[in-house]
């Protein structure tokens, strides 16, 4: 990973923009935000998979609650799990495809309007 990358996230009243990490390696997808204590409010990572699956996280090592917001083949939110629960090891579910799935700080999606099937991009 080399940097941030900005996300844009169209939600009903704004354009949310996010900086994230990308994971694209199977080692960048295992360490994710392990180990992290904080992470600043529009900052998070994003998990990028070559063909949608049904994909399930946790939180084990993560000692900080995040949203987990599954994004589907579409690029449009499926699913958020709010303020996940720091080290868990509960697997949380896509419930559908997935192509990609991005970790923000418990309570962002909350506090910016983000919802299911608002349209996600990274910046180009």
């Known amino acids: ?34 180990g992290r204590t904080n992470l600043p409010e529009r900052f998070g990572m994003l998990f990028m998979e070559s063909r949608p699956v049904a994909k399930r996280m946790w939180m084990r090592g993560t000692p900080i609650p995040l949203d987990i917001v599954f994004i589907d083949p ?18 949380i579910w896509s419930f559908g495809l997935s192509q990609a799935v991005l970790e923000l700080p418990g309570g962002t999606c909350r506090s910016l309007g983000i919802e299911k099937m608002n349209p996600v991009s990274l910046a180009r």
């Open 74 to 91: 579409d690029w449009r939110i499926l699913r958020i799990e709010h303020s996940a629960a720091p080290e868990s090891e509960k697997m």
């Open 1 to 34: 990973m080399s940097g941030f990358e900005r996300l844009i996230i169209e939600t009903e009243t704004a354009e949310v923009d996010c900086w994230v990490e990308v994971a694209r390696t199977n080692e960048e997808h295992e360490r994710g935000l392990m």
